[in-house]
């Protein structure tokens, strides 16, 4: 996205704030004008003190007054314009954070998968922290100095307009000088942004997965790689201060040769009578009011632009595929019986020239509880996540109740499952909080008695918060059987016609695992279940089991009957369970 797309961006999203930011610009004006007052009150003293036969005193207490008066304006009216441009930034930008979070939230699982986590982080904190600075900070001050430098120049040329045209003879130079840095520096910000996303990502994945790290005692290496991505960050940094530091050096050694120029021009004009010595002096003064405002352009121009790659960062996010919309006729479900048809579906993921499924095409039946079997990579994850529409097909069609699931409502259609993942997944919260999350509206004693059917009163009786009781980050503070406990609750609160199980028992000792299995044996009847099974126990509870292979069905029936038939599953079954 170029800097004039970023820029139409932000101007269309302050546009509900127009009549704030134009007060804020009248105020910032209003208050870079009031310190010329300053240069003015030197000419009245110069020209009615130093330079008058008879001394005006009263032109002395007249200039004070200028200058108390127009500094009190000058304060009121920038602290109104800060508080004002603030205001307004910190809504646009608290508006585009909920937008920001709300995209990846609606982002399809595909396009999500090619992220890392800490990319994502580093847009919603770095990226929208550089705006916030310019907002607050950099675009007040802009503002003001720029109506300081306008009517400083506007009052020169009313004093002596050759003398003011030839000060900006250097301006060509200048100009060029700040496009230069002002390109040098949204360059290296967005090289600096990136190593930013490299280390939070590392921080995210190390904080994740610290008991990996310990386990494999990876610490030292961890350590190591996390040193060479903070030592590549430190490098761009340090270049990109570079830019920044060297910009205003520059201009500063530029402004002072014309401004020698100036003063010799100045000194000219008085000893040949064009200027009067209190005009002079005022001349000379409004330089310092040209000159200062000109070196800090240099510093609100660096901001901007990091702002405005920070904007673009957020706008790349924002511009990534929502998941797809609803059609206008999409069906609503009612009283959803569960049969769910795969009619020749094929699927790859990306770009990948493999297909995971080739033809799949496979029958579960209202009710049926179905065993989905095979070798890794053999695609029964993939099957279980195009139910939900996690991902869409390539070609063929999945059918709920005999409507293609494209075509229906997609709210009404996740409402319709429940998914007790392999690796339980639990929120910050309390234990009640998380099994709430099945159904919001909940009301304690449903979350008792959801909590009674999976086994998690069990031991939520021996914490002395009982429900209120917090689970920590991930659910860190319980044992694994127990967030799978909880997790089975958060499904039967939800009351689901298809429950799709990554199997649920794989990891966990066998008390948890007893527990468990009891508390499957009152979620699973009378719904639709597709359960991708590891565990023989989870096997022969199935209605039907599907052995997958490269992405096809290569075999249906039940335990007995496969065993029997001697094909690839009871190959499998004898490699795994002897």
Do not use: C
Request: neutral net charge.
């Amino acid at each position: 996205m170029t800097r004039k797309q970023t820029l139409r961006r932000l101007a269309a999203d302050a546009r509900p704030y127009a009549g704030r930011l134009l007060l804020a610009t009248l105020l910032g004006a209003v208050g870079g004008l009031a310190p010329l007052v300053i240069p003015r009150a030197f000419g009245i003293i110069q020209g009615n003190i130093f330079a008058a036969r008879h001394p005006n005193v009263t032109a002395l207490y007249e200039a004070m007054i200028l200058v108390f008066v127009g500094m009190t304006i000058n304060a009121a009216a920038l602290y109104s314009q800060t508080y004002l441009t603030a205001w307004v930034g910190q809504h646009v930008i608290a508006k585009m954070r909920v937008q920001l979070f709300a995209r990846v939230l609606q982002i399809p699982l595909e396009e999500f998968d090619k992220w890392r986590p800490g990319e994502l982080i580093a847009r919603f904190n770095n990226d929208l922290q550089l705006m916030m600075d310019t907002v607050s900070v950099s675009l007040p001050q802009l503002i003001s100095n720029s109506a300081t430098f306008l009517g400083a120049v506007a009052r020169m040329l009313t004093l002596d307009w050759l003398l003011t045209i030839s000060l900006f003879i250097i301006t060509p130079v200048v100009s060029y000088a700040v496009s230069v840095f002002s390109r040098l520096i949204t360059q290296g910000t967005r090289a600096a942004q990136e190593r930013v996303a490299d280390l939070s990502s590392t921080l995210s994945e190390v904080l994740q997965n610290q008991r990996i790290v310990k386990a494999f005692a990876r610490e030292d290496y961890e350590v190591e790689k996390f040193h060479r991505r903070n030592a590549d960050y430190f490098g761009t940094s340090m270049k990109l201060i570079q830019f920044i530091q060297s910009q205003p050096m520059v201009l500063t050694l530029l402004m002072t040769i014309g401004i020698l120029i100036i003063i010799g021009f100045t000194s000219r004009e008085v000893l040949v009578g064009r200027l009067r010595s209190e005009g002079a002096l005022e001349f000379l003064t409004l330089i310092v009011f040209v000159v200062n405002p000109i070196n800090r352009f240099a510093a609100f121009v660096g901001d901007i632009s990091k702002a405005l790659v920070g904007a673009g960062r957020v706008y790349e996010i924002l511009d990534l595929p929502a998941e797809r919309a609803d059609a206008p006729d999409a069906v609503a479900l009612h009283d959803v019986r569960g049969r769910i048809v795969f009619d020749r579906v094929f699927f790859a993921y990306g770009t990948a020239e493999q297909p995971v499924l080739s033809d799949f095409s496979a029958d579960v039946e209202a009710g049926e509880v179905v065993a989905l079997v095979g070798p890794s990579g053999a695609g029964k994850t993939t099957i279980v996540n195009l139910v939900p529409r996690f991902y869409e097909p390539q070609s063929g069609r999945i059918t709920l109740d005999g409507i293609d699931l494209a075509k229906i409502r997609l709210a009404d259609l996740r409402n319709s499952i429940a998914i007790v993942p392999q690796e339980p997944v639990l929120f910050r919260g309390s234990i009640a909080d998380n099994i709430r999350y099945g159904r919001l509206d909940a009301t304690d004693d449903e979350i008792r008695r959801a909590a009674r059917e999976a086994n998690v009163e069990e031991f939520v009786r021996g914490f002395a918060d009982g429900f209120a009781t917090e689970v920590g980050e991930r659910g860190n503070r319980l044992s694994g059987g127990q967030r799978q406990r909880i997790s089975i609750a958060r499904a039967i609160i939800r009351d689901p016609r298809i429950l799709i199980l990554d199997e649920a028992t794989s990891a966990l000792d066998s008390h948890s695992e007893a527990l468990i299995e009891e508390a499957l044996d009152r979620l699973l009847p009378g719904r639709t279940t597709l359960i991708i099974a590891h565990r023989l126990s989870t096997i022969r509870r199935a209605d039907k089991i599907l052995y997958i292979e490269r992405g096809q069905v290569r075999e249906v029936g039940t335990h007995e009957s496969l065993l029997a038939a001697g094909g690839a599953y009871a190959k499998l079954h004898a490699t795994q369970f002897g």
